[in-house]
């Protein structure tokens, strides 16, 4: 985590140098655009916009969808559908997890990142027709035209405006179960935040998902923040974890009687400092978004955020 964690007292290395972060977004390129889709795509301008209840795969294309499923999605997630390893793909809970964004967001989830044992190997229509047959299970009615692969086309394509799944009951602060800190904020930054971190902006300069490459250097250097996960999850996944550990925990800084390693309380009721938090819990919500697309230059440019989340704690 930058050095900028300091400024209440707490003491951190910098997790990269500072010009690797203010220089990367110039040195990697930007998304390339994604292949365009089939010749009996949807045809929706940009300007339009259609909901899934409006027919937006065909039947066929379900069909093709339920082969690819079979083949490469039903072991983890369930013959129908149901969730097994996995998540179920279908029902309220599913609905009420991607009903706030366009169906590109899981069309390129199942592209990019599943199946979660060999990831990356299916087509952008593979995973559109596979969202067609998904869509079909969810019983939303079929149409004239398959539903293609073009990014643009995939963002005008939403859910049904209002309630279409319950929402999830959330636990009330009574309801939630309160645990005294075991550790004071420079333990938890070093032990989560600067290791996390650390692990996101190593992505700026090494492709997680490059090739690895047999060495004994981590030996060598001893243990490794880095490194410690390669031999246990591909790279891709260990910045998505580096990443939710970052959203996740960042509201650890707002617990309760936590002291500073000083001895100072934590300033959990300071304005400042919970808009602080909120920002790093975004920064890692964001670098999870960005490492979902398993595109370096993403990754690469949402450290930034990161960085500027924790250049922002205030001064007390």
């Not at 069909?63 to 996995?86: F, P, V, W």
């Not at 060598?220 to 925990?249: C, K, M, R």
Request: aromatic share 6%; charged share 20%.
């Amino acid at each position: 985590m930058p050095s900028s964690f300091n400024r209440r007292g707490e003491s951190a290395p910098r997790a990269v140098p500072l010009s690797i972060l203010s220089c990367c977004c110039a040195l990697l390129v930007a998304l390339l655009a994604c292949a365009p889709a089939g010749s009996f795509s949807l045809a929706v301008h940009a300007q339009q916009s259609q909901t899934v209840k409006q027919g937006v795969y065909t039947e066929e294309q379900a069909k093709r969808g339920q082969s690819i499923y079979k083949d490469r999605c039903s072991s983890c997630h369930g013959e129908t559908l149901e969730g097994r390893l996995g998540p179920p793909l279908a029902g309220d809970n599913f609905i009420g997890d991607w009903d706030k964004q366009p169906l590109s967001e899981l069309v390129n989830k199942i592209r990019n990142t599943m199946p979660q044992n060999d990831p990356g190997k299916l087509t952008g229509q593979q995973a559109a027709d596979i969202v067609a047959y998904i869509l079909q299970v969810g019983k939303f009615p079929a149409g004239q035209a398959e539903l293609g692969a073009d990014e643009a086309v995939l963002k005008q394509v939403t859910w049904p405006a209002g309630n279409l799944a319950q929402p999830k009951p959330r636990p009330t602060a009574t309801q939630a179960s309160s645990f005294p800190p075991a550790g004071n904020l420079a333990q938890v930054m070093r032990g989560i935040l600067f290791p996390s971190s650390n692990i996101i902006f190593t992505a700026q300069t090494l492709d997680p998902g490059a090739p690895r490459t047999t060495t004994d250097r981590a030996a060598a250097e001893g243990f490794n923040w880095i490194t410690w996960g390669g031999g246990i999850y591909p790279g891709w996944e260990l910045v998505d974890y580096a990443a939710v550990a970052l959203a996740e925990s960042a509201p650890l800084m707002l617990t309760p009687g936590r002291r500073c390693e000083n001895g100072k309380p934590v300033p959990v009721d300071d304005a400042d400092w919970v808009k602080f938090t909120v920002e790093l819990a975004e920064a890692g919500k964001a670098a999870y978004k960005a490492s979902q697309s398993r595109n370096q230059a993403a990754v690469s440019d949402v450290t930034n955020q990161v960085a500027d989340a924790c250049l922002k704690l205030p001064v007390v």
